[in-house]
């Protein structure tokens, strides 16, 4: 008898330790921001830089605080050589399209332009491979976005080749 109470005590003590704990979790979500971005878009863009010209992510970063912002907007960016680097972690809101940062990642290949500064596919063997990488990954993480060129929401050429098309089987 004496080992039943105490068995059924450790119980009910167990059931009231999991309604507090569970209530108290409740309260941490009410005050708590949601701490994940809904991402809906994968916006790709390109530097608008010459063909074969450097830039390293320290450029952008540079070129972006410039304009007043915080840092190098992009989300990543795909050197020459098929190098990826991160600009801003995912769940930090981007600086790369205008209206449309809230809910998007963005993704920036070095390049662009031509040799006489006119807007042209300039992507290397390595940033191809990179780039269908990277955007492979991406929408595996984030399978309701859609991928879009950053020119569908702005008059530039960026990112000078059809993103929309290019990853659409993916
Ligand atoms: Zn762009």
């Not at 569970?22 to 809906?40: F, N």
């Not at 840092?71 to 930090?92: E, N, P, S």
């Not at 992507?123 to 990179?130: I, P, V």
């Not at 990488?133 to 050429?157: D, G, W």
Request: net charge positive; hydrophobic share 40%.
């Amino acid at each position: 008898m004496m080992r039943l109470a105490k068995k059924e005590a450790i119980r009910y003590a167990l059931v009231g330790g999991m309604l507090v704990a569970g209530l108290a979790l409740m309260a941490l979500k009410a005050i708590l921001p949601p701490d994940e971005r809904r991402i809906d878009a994968i916006i790709v863009h390109c530097t608008a830089t010459p063909l074969g010209m450097k830039v390293t992510i320290d450029d952008i970063d540079r070129w972006h605080k410039a304009r007043g912002w915080k840092g190098i907007g992009y989300h990543y960016v795909v050197d020459l050589d098929g190098t990826v680097y991160r600009g801003r972690t995912d769940d930090c809101v981007g600086a790369h399209c205008r209206g449309h940062n809230a809910h998007s990642i963005g993704v920036c290949y070095v390049g662009g332009l031509d040799v006489h500064g006119r807007p042209a596919d300039t992507r290397t063997t390595e940033q191809k491979e990179a780039l269908l990488q990277l955007m492979t990954v991406l929408k595996k993480r984030y399978p309701n976005a859609k991928v879009y060129s950053h020119k569908r929401f702005t008059n530039k050429a960026c990112p000078c080749f059809d993103a929309e098309r290019e990853y659409s089987g993916l």
